[in-house]
């Protein structure tokens, strides 16, 4: 996704410790023999908070 204007995007960590995601997500991709790069977004999202707003511009009185 490409920000643009009037688009917010926020990334937050959440509580979770990053080594204990990290470290699940490693064992999962061996668990389910899936591939690495299918793991490591699934991993990211559950470690960061990514909420995405539309800002409409205000309208000015004269």
Known sequence: MVAQPGL???VTPRGVPL????GGG???A????????Y??????TV???VT???????KTTA
């Open 8 to 10: 917010l995007i926020h």
């Open 19 to 22: 080594a204990l995601v990290g």
């Open 26 to 28: 490693g064992a999962l």
């Open 30 to 37: 061996l668990w389910v023999n899936a591939p690495l790069p």
């Open 39 to 44: 793991v490591i977004p699934i991993a990211l």
């Open 47 to 49: 470690a960061f908070r």
């Open 52 to 58: 995405i707003h539309r800002v409409r511009p205000r």
